[in-house]
């Protein structure tokens, strides 16, 4: 970053943190532009029994807007929820970017003047859809939420979640003996459908219409903002594709167990507010202290 500021202790930023990835929060801070793009569930909002319920974790999306308000800097939300959704559950920032339905839909993310990505069909500041649309795709959306509704009519304690392009099945709070069954079942019948893409997270499995992916998502968000480096954080399987178009400057973050192409990792959501906390007071100082 082109401005002049005080030299700041770095070594006391980020105590909690491993130092490996103290370093390399340091090391993309220094860069002139930045894109910091998050999922939301599991890795700004605790997991929990109801979908419905997920809340960011408190100051969560403080800190990303104030990223988003830092000069050069560009954040957004990466999500598998649908707009409507990520928006009542987030109550995001105006300036941070939003992409719902594993980048299916999108908003792009704000600079710190107000400016928009440089992609013409969000530039308006109106969400944009992509996929397909015709009579052929809403019939086949029209009978995979039938195959679902069916699942869940039978299994106490799960759940259907519709979206614009596809249907989830949810099964955190139902018998697991059970659930795990009725979902493999349901992604061997449905996965069989031509025009059917299937989505694997954690206790959760969906069917869509459109085969977007947050790799997709995230190549799309690094394409209207033009980073010098791009930060990512997920914890789920379906992050993977998020973590795995970042390049070698970029850094990749993993929220919890399980294995990851994502270089660096952290235990949890309360985690992530302070790699977002130790980034936005590096931003800020314009920090590119070795």
């Given at each position: 970053?082109?401005?002049q500021?005080?030299?700041?202790n770095?070594?006391?930023?980020?105590?909690?943190?491993?130092?490996s990835?103290?370093?390399?929060?340091v090391r993309?801070?220094?860069?002139?532009?930045?894109?910091?793009?998050c999922d939301?569930?599991?890795?700004?909002?605790?997991?929990?029994?109801?979908?419905?319920?997920?809340r960011?974790?408190?100051?969560?999306?403080?800190?990303?807007?104030?990223?988003?308000?830092?000069?050069g800097?560009?954040?957004?939300?990466?999500?598998?929820?649908?707009?409507?959704?990520l928006?009542?559950?987030?109550?995001?920032?105006?300036?941070?970017?939003l992409v719902?339905?594993?980048g299916?839909?999108?908003?792009a993310?704000?600079?710190?003047?107000?400016?928009?990505g440089?992609?013409?069909?969000?530039?308006?500041?109106?969400?944009?859809?992509?996929?397909?649309?015709?009579?052929?795709?809403?019939?086949?959306?029209?009978?995979?939420?039938?195959?679902?509704?069916?699942?869940?009519?039978?299994?106490?304690?799960?759940?259907?979640?519709?979206?614009?392009?596809g249907v989830?099945?949810?099964?955190?709070?139902?018998d697991?003996?059970?659930?795990?069954?009725?979902?493999d079942?349901?992604?061997e019948?449905?996965?069989?459908?031509p025009?059917?893409h299937?989505?694997?997270?954690?206790m959760?499995?969906?069917?869509?219409?459109?085969?977007?992916?947050?790799?997709?998502?995230?190549?799309?968000?690094?394409?209207?903002?033009g980073?010098?480096?791009t930060?990512?954080?997920?914890?789920?399987?379906?992050?993977?594709?998020?973590?795995?178009?970042?390049?070698?400057?970029?850094l990749?973050?993993?929220?919890?167990?399980?294995?990851?192409?994502?270089?660096?990792?952290?235990?949890?959501p309360?985690?992530?507010?302070?790699?977002?906390s130790?980034?936005?007071?590096?931003?800020?100082?314009g920090?590119?202290?070795?």
């Amino acid at each position: 970053m082109s401005e002049q500021h005080a030299p700041m202790n770095i070594a006391e930023l980020g105590r909690g943190l491993e130092p490996s990835l103290r370093r390399a929060l340091v090391r993309v801070a220094s860069v002139e532009t930045l894109l910091v793009a998050c999922d939301y569930d599991g890795t700004l909002a605790p997991i929990v029994d109801d979908p419905a319920e997920a809340r960011p974790q408190p100051r969560a999306m403080e800190v990303l807007g104030e990223l988003a308000g830092t000069a050069g800097t560009w954040a957004s939300l990466v999500s598998g929820r649908s707009l409507q959704q990520l928006i009542e559950l987030s109550g995001p920032p105006a300036t941070v970017g939003l992409v719902g339905s594993h980048g299916a839909e999108h908003l792009a993310p704000l600079g710190s003047n107000g400016r928009v990505g440089s992609d013409p069909a969000v530039a308006s500041g109106d969400p944009g859809v992509s996929g397909h649309h015709d009579a052929e795709s809403a019939a086949l959306l029209e009978a995979l939420i039938a195959d679902v509704a069916d699942e869940v009519s039978r299994l106490p304690g799960s759940r259907l979640e519709p979206k614009p392009v596809g249907v989830a099945f949810h099964y955190r709070q139902a018998d697991q003996s059970v659930a795990a069954k009725t979902a493999d079942a349901l992604i061997e019948r449905l996965s069989a459908r031509p025009g059917v893409h299937v989505r694997v997270g954690k206790m959760v499995a969906e069917f869509a219409v459109d085969g977007a992916d947050k790799g997709q998502a995230l190549l799309r968000l690094i394409g209207q903002t033009g980073p010098d480096a791009t930060v990512f954080v997920g914890d789920d399987v379906t992050d993977e594709d998020g973590f795995a178009v970042l390049g070698e400057g970029d850094l990749g973050i993993k929220v919890g167990a399980g294995e990851t192409a994502a270089s660096h990792r952290v235990a949890s959501p309360a985690d992530v507010v302070e790699v977002l906390s130790v980034l936005a007071q590096l931003r800020r100082a314009g920090a590119g202290i070795e």
